[in-house]
């Protein structure tokens, strides 16, 4: 094993410790934040700091960096309360990474991606995405440690691709074509290992 | 595409709302928490609550149910102010699961790992992953909505596995072989698409 101490983080070039840093939670969730502003210009934005927080009501979580400067996605989510969240299928992985450029006009447009509303929701969702959430505004706390924004959001409409939803309540993510990320630019596919049986002390777990 | 309105889910049974909620947001960071009470009795829990929260200094958030019951890890946490991140290989995926069950005993114990400690940190590592973080107690937020609490802990020691620590900081957690998870019981390993260059509007990705 390699070993890093505290020391060695702090000396480090930015460059090679925001990269280092990013790597260290895993194979993070990544999907398309769509929004809308008052006047109806829409914004894409790509994000992997997005977290469960709680089933009933079905509760979601967005770490959001400090809102110095151009936010456009935490602007319109505070401002009009609705927002979508889309998974990111194989095919779009480089379109899906191209919006975090600077872009002056809608990164639906620039980036390839087709938005599509809904009766329920404000916002637009990502018409190539194979898991699409409507989200309502709830909450918002303020990270003391580094001013990083938390935002707690309601889902009110769960749209996901047809034969992907199981009898059990799990949606089948692989067989949606739904990615994962690692770092700040690697993206993955997935192959399933196995789904377990709940787990009782004594009873080692069975595949499902 | 299906689509699941607020109303649906709130009249769908619990286990069912709790498989389909715990899928939506992707592909999880998922990875064991070792931690150690006051009296030297070592506890590991395997937890896909987990986001990056930034670089400098380097942070990491867990979110913890609501502390009613036994909550081992937090109270560890609290108490300790150490705890530890070891993401799993795949070859232990079904021995991590199986640290979800209620234990008596050490689940390092009964569930087939084996801590190992540095000088730097009170709480146990767990030997047999590719990737782990010691952290430090920093903050700790409670969520209105749910009552869910949310751990910030700043990482004080990072240990990766040989070969895996690539030139530009990245870690390639697929060489390293740690593993994702999807909704309760799901665990994947991954195929990487591509790595993409940093994204300026106008010029599109590259891979790296």
Avoid at 111 to 124: I, N, R, Y
Avoid at 129 to 153: D, H, K, W, Y
Wanted: with cysteine; net charge negative.
């Amino acid at each position: 094993m390699i070993s890093i101490s505290q020391n060695d983080i702090k000396q480090y070039d930015k460059y090679y410790r925001t990269h280092l840093i990013n790597s260290l939670t895993g194979f993070k969730s990544v999907s398309l934040i769509g929004s809308i502003d008052r006047e109806g210009f829409t914004n894409l934005a790509i994000f992997s700091q997005i977290i469960h927080v709680g089933a009933n009501p079905p509760l979601i979580g967005i770490l959001f960096r400090p809102d110095t400067g151009a936010r456009h996605t935490l602007e319109n989510i505070m401002n009009v309360q609705h927002f979508t969240i889309n998974h990111i299928p194989a095919s779009h992985a480089r379109h899906a990474h191209y919006t975090s450029a600077r872009w002056k006009t809608s990164e639906f447009e620039a980036c390839g991606f087709t938005p599509q509303f809904s009766e329920l929701l404000k916002a637009p969702y990502v018409k190539e995405s194979p898991v699409q959430l409507g989200c309502e505004f709830v909450e918002r706390q303020q990270i003391q440690a580094n001013g990083t924004i938390l935002i707690i959001a309601e889902i009110k409409e769960i749209r996901v691709a047809e034969g992907t939803l199981l009898e059990d309540g799990f949606v089948d993510l692989e067989k949606a074509g739904s990615i994962t990320c690692s770092g700040l630019d690697s993206y993955h596919t997935t192959n399933k290992i196995a789904r377990y049986s709940y787990a009782k002390a004594g009873k080692e777990p069975e595949e499902l």
